[in-house]
């Protein structure tokens, strides 16, 4: 029987992945390169470093990876200081607070800083339902590794067969499957791979989809 709910955020609760893509494309172009959609696709819901490789691959081992990325980083703390949108993904508020009222103990566990994961959940008025958050800063190995998850899971006191798991990441959804835990994707940039095929106990186009599974997804 589920008693907990792990959502990931960026790309699940949040549609924040279009903003990270424009601070991507234009720290790239101040360096003279063109940053892809598809390039950024590549690098969605895993480490900085993995990331770095695929854009070494595409641009050339020599280039300053670092610096393209704390450039993106700067350009997404000005986009937030500036009063940047950080809109929801359909049915993700609603869904939240579905479980909240069920009585089910929730969290968040995101490969993003916590500065901004709290930052988002005090602007959109979500922290109140997140009393157990982990981020990038709790682990050594993030998605597709499972540590976030059992990590999470250890947070709440919680086997992690009795965690359901909301993510939109091929990386993030198979880190919840090897924690063991029952595993809904939503995919928002990257479709399932086979192994999540296999494995997702549900895939999803939208969160507006779950109330209706709810008795099913708890059982």
């Known amino acids: 029987m589920i008693t907990s709910v792990i959502f990931d955020m960026d790309g699940t609760i949040f549609n924040t992945e279009h903003i990270y893509f424009e601070c991507y494309r234009k ?27 695929f854009i070494k691959q595409h641009f050339g081992q020599d280039t300053d990876t670092d610096s393209l990325q704390n450039r993106t980083y700067a350009l997404v703390e000005e986009y937030l200081s500036h009063g940047g949108e950080i ?30 994961v709290d930052f988002y959940l005090i602007k959109k008025g979500l922290l109140k339902y997140f009393p157990v958050i982990t981020t990038c800063e709790d682990v050594t190995h993030l998605k597709p ?17 009795a965690c359901l798991v909301f993510e939109d990441s091929v990386a993030g959804a198979t880190a919840a499957i090897c924690a063991g835990m029952r ?37």
């Open 183 to 219: 595993t809904c994707m939503v995919p928002n940039i990257k479709s399932p791979d086979s192994f999540v095929k296999q494995h997702a106990f549900k895939i999803y186009s939208s969160l507006e989809e779950v109330p209706a599974d709810l008795d099913e997804l708890l059982n």
């Open 87 to 116: 809109p929801f993904l359909p049915g993700a508020r609603e869904t939240i607070e579905l479980f909240y009222k069920r009585g089910l103990k929730l969290a968040l566990a995101s490969s993003n800083m916590r500065r901004w």
């Open 27 to 53: 720290a790239a172009a101040e360096m003279g390169l063109d940053f892809t959609f598809e390039l950024f696709a590549q690098g969605v819901g895993i480490s900085r470093e993995e990331a770095n490789k």
């Open 145 to 161: 590794h499972p540590e976030v998850y059992l990590c999470t899971a250890a947070k709440l006191k919680t086997d992690p067969g």
